[in-house]
C-alpha cells in the first residue's frame, strides 16, 4: 500500500533556530500534500495545503512566513519551522494524496519538534 | 468552533465486546467521512470511511454508521481486541475541498483482558 515517511522523527533545537521537517511519499506520486499539527491530548488542525508546484494554501491563523512549506517535486514537501519558539513544539503530521486516491489520503508517522 | 466533536475521551471496554465510538459535527456541507486509528507518537492509521449516500459501510470488525439527520456517525468495533487500543478520530470532509480533513478531538480506547 501507500507509504509516506517523514524526516526527522523527532528533533530537538534551540529558542531562534529554523528546523526542517521532509515529507516523502515513497511509492506514489502526491499531487497534494496536507500538513497538520497536533498539541498533546487535541486534535490535529490542519496548518496548509500544498499541491506540487504552487504556492501553498494557509488554514486562518497560520503564519506562513513562519511555517514555510515547499512541494516541489511530486514525491517530497518540506515544512521549515523559522525562528522557533518553544510555543511551537509540537507533534507535526503531514499526509499526501495521489491524483487516482479520491479523498483518501495516507498520513506520515509524524515529527516530534521540541524547541527549548 | 469545533466543527466534529468527540465528546467521550475515554471508553474501556472488555476484549470480546462491543466498542461503539461517536462523533458529532456540525457543518452540513460536509459529506465524507474517516476513521482514523492512531497510537502515540505516530501518524493516524486510516480504518473506514463512508460516504454521505450511504448509512453503514461494513470492512470486517468495523462498521461505521451515519445519521445525517442527526449529524452523527459512530465506529463499531465488535469484538473488540486488546489490540485496538488506541486513540480514535473521526474525521470530515467536503466535496469542495477534496481531502481536506477536519478532525475531532479524539477517544482514547482501552481494551481490557
Known amino acids: 500500500g501507500a507509504v509516506v515517511s517523514q524526516h526527522p522523527s523527532r528533533v530537538i533545537c534551540k529558542s531562534g533556530t529554523s528546523v526542517k521537517i521532509e515529507c516523502r511519499s515513497l511509492d506514489f506520486q502526491a499531487t497534494t500534500m496536507f500538513w497538520y499539527r497536533q498539541f498533546p491530548k487535541q486534535s490535529l488542525m490542519l496548518m496548509a495545503t500544498?499541491?506540487?508546484?504552487?504556492?501553498?494554501?494557509?488554514e486562518q491563523g497560520v503564519e506562513k512566513d513562519k511555517f514555510l512549506i515547499n512541494h516541489a517535486s511530486l514525491t517530497l514537501s518540506t515544512l521549515t519551522v523559522t525562528s522557533a519558539h518553544p510555543e511551537d513544539s509540537s507533534f507535526y503530521i503531514c499526509s499526501a494524496r495521489g491524483a487516482d486516491s479520491a479523498r483518501l489520503s495516507v498520513f506520515g508517522p509524524g515529527t516530534r519538534l521540541t524547541v527549548l | 468552533d469545533q466543527q466534529v466533536k468527540q465528546n467521550s475521551p475515554s471508553l474501556s471496554v472488555q476484549e470480546g465486546r462491543i466498542s461503539i465510538l461517536n462523533c458529532d459535527y456540525t457543518?452540513?456541507?460536509?459529506?465524507?467521512f474517516l476513521w482514523y486509528k492512531k497510537y502515540p507518537a505516530e501518524g493516524p492509521t486510516f480504518l473506514i470511511s463512508?460516504?454521505?449516500?450511504?448509512d453503514k459501510n461494513e470492512d470486517g470488525r468495523f462498521t461505521v454508521f451515519l445519521n445525517k439527520s442527526a449529524k452523527h456517525l459512530s465506529l463499531h468495533i465488535v469484538p473488540s481486541q486488546p489490540g485496538d487500543s488506541a486513540v480514535y478520530f473521526c474525521a470530515a470532509s467536503s466535496t469542495g475541498t477534496a481531502s481536506k480533513l477536519t478532525f475531532g478531538t479524539g477517544t482514547r480506547l482501552q481494551v481490557t483482558l
Open positions: 463512508i460516504s454521505s449516500i450511504k
Open positions: 457543518n452540513s456541507m460536509f459529506d465524507y
Open positions: 500544498s499541491n506540487e508546484g504552487s504556492k501553498a494554501t494557509y
